[in-house]
């Protein structure tokens, strides 16, 4: 099993900057890739972004390409997500996710966090 916690989240202003962490906890020797899901108020749950464990390949949202970036540190068993020029769409729920077999955003994660909220007024 492998436990994720999430924190970092906050309200912030349009254009504003935050960055969530996820630490992670258990098996992580069996993690292949790891990622960042959201979910709005009235929406359906969506992908943002992956990273492989192995490697640093990345994978992103078009909506949030170019403005946020996934990080990891595996020494310490962390990811991380720096968000930049935030905006009100993309206040969500934000959900720490890993998986054994493939990256985040392929598949639903085997494993998930609480989720930490994130808040953009306009």
């Known amino acids: 099993q492998v436990q994720l916690v999430e924190s970092g989240g906050g309200l912030v202003q349009a254009g504003g900057s935050l960055k969530l962490s996820c630490a992670a906890s258990?098996?992580?020797?069996?993690?292949?890739?790891m990622g960042w899901y959201r979910q709005a108020p009235g929406k359906e749950r969506e992908f943002v972004a992956a990273i492989s464990w192995s490697d640093t390949t990345t994978f992103y949202s078009h909506s949030v390409k170019g403005r946020f970036t996934i990080s990891r540190d595996n020494a310490k068993n962390t990811l991380y997500l720096q968000m930049n020029s935030l905006k009100p769409e993309d206040t969500a729920i934000y959900y720490c996710?890993?998986?054994?077999?493939?990256?985040?955003?392929?598949?639903?994660?085997?494993?998930w966090g609480q989720g930490t909220q994130v808040t953009v007024s306009s």
């Open positions: 996710t890993a998986d054994p077999r493939t990256m985040p955003g392929t598949r639903s994660p085997d494993y």
């Open positions: 258990g098996r992580t020797f069996s993690i292949y890739g």
